[in-house]
């Protein structure tokens, strides 16, 4: 009566597609949280080299 | 599970998704293919858990302590959806093996609804059996079969012809096997079980009525009027709960069946159906005082 369903394997495979998928975003969601504390690393360096120069070339 | 997930060295970008070699060809039964699918997916929840922790070691060293705190937080509520998701895939792997039976074999190919071999849990087996919706091809009452006479619908208050009664009979099957369908797939709440609202409607006369009476022009009329009357009702909020919830179910059962429409001389039957089931249950609420 009521059109074509899938099989278990689809079922199976659409779902563990699903969650792959999820599996990956959160990979990509690790990999913003470091940059963004890597960033602020850099920038607490690059601030510290900007300082340097800044007062060396004061003098 | 038997190797252990590996930390990578090099920091990686996300790989593509990795196909399951063994899920179509290997398996010849349902359960090899779900112990591979879960033993597979536990591997990819590790390997997410573990992702990245090189990096942030190696980042701690250089950050002061409330940053890793926070780093590690962040990452920690990660680790935590990970693990959720793959809670949840497990969940829907169940769902599978409850719907197809746990020694379905490769016959899974066959079409679900329409398959007799298969196997549903005993409780949806029992309704199923018991109860393919007869009560939906009995006769419509006299006030239904007056109403239908005052409104220039008499050719459906006749009574069935064999071949109807057939028709009928096909239509509240499907009706039954859908809403067993959608019990067991388990996706309605608690109390808009799809089966239990057919239960609670073939005990209540005005309802049943409705039904009976979106069959007779499923069968009179044709499918597509049916189906369209039905998902008005199912949307009415002055509608029955249990009514609605049944009336989806005839809707979704038989709208991809048929493609019959109704004739002109039939324009307003949908208007003219959806207001006199409605004018019935609202009859009925104000003889009790609702």
Request: net charge negative.
């Amino acid at each position: 009566m009521v059109g074509d369903q899938k099989t278990t394997e689809e079922q199976l495979q659409d779902a563990y597609d699903k969650f792959l998928i999820k599996m990956l975003a959160l990979k990509l969601a690790k990999l913003e949280i470091i940059r963004k504390y890597r960033e602020k690393v850099d920038v607490a360096k690059l601030a510290n080299i900007n300082e340097a120069l800044i007062r060396r070339y004061s003098k | 599970m038997t190797n252990t997930p590996r930390v990578p060295i090099i920091p990686q970008l996300p790989e593509s998704i990795p196909h399951i070699p063994g899920i179509e060809k290997a398996a010849e039964n349902s359960g090899e293919i779900i112990e591979k699918t879960s033993g597979e997916a536990k591997e990819a929840a590790e390997r997410t858990v573990i992702y990245g922790e090189v990096l942030k070691t190696k980042l701690e060293s250089e950050l002061p302590q409330n940053d890793i705190e926070g780093m590690e937080k962040e990452i920690a509520d990660v680790n935590r959806r990970a693990e959720k998701s793959y809670a949840e895939l497990q969940e829907d792997i169940k769902n599978v093996a409850q719907q197809n039976g746990p020694t379905e074999s490769s016959a899974a190919k066959e079409p679900k609804l329409n398959s007799s071999a298969e196997t549903p849990t005993e409780s949806i087996k029992a309704e199923v059996v018991f109860n393919n919706g007869e009560w939906l091809i009995d006769d419509i009452d006299d006030e239904t079969k007056k109403w239908l006479n005052s409104h220039n619908y008499g050719a459906f208050s006749e009574e069935f012809t064999s071949e109807e009664k057939q028709k009928a009979q096909d239509y509240a099957k499907g009706v039954y096997e859908n809403a067993a369908q959608k019990a067991r797939a388990g996706k309605h709440n608690a109390d808009e079980n799809p089966l239990e609202a057919l239960k609670k409607i073939e005990s209540n006369g005005d309802d049943s009525e409705s039904m009976r009476l979106l069959i007779r022009i499923a069968v009179r009329v044709g499918i597509k009027i049916a189906t369209i009357i039905a998902q008005n009702i199912s949307k009415d909020k002055d509608v029955p709960k249990e009514l609605r919830i049944a009336a989806g179910i005839f809707a979704d059962s038989l709208g991809v069946v048929d493609q019959i429409v109704a004739g002109e001389e039939h324009t307003n039957l949908g208007q003219d159906i959806s207001r006199y089931i409605k004018e019935r249950n609202a009859a009925k609420l104000s003889e009790h005082g609702e």
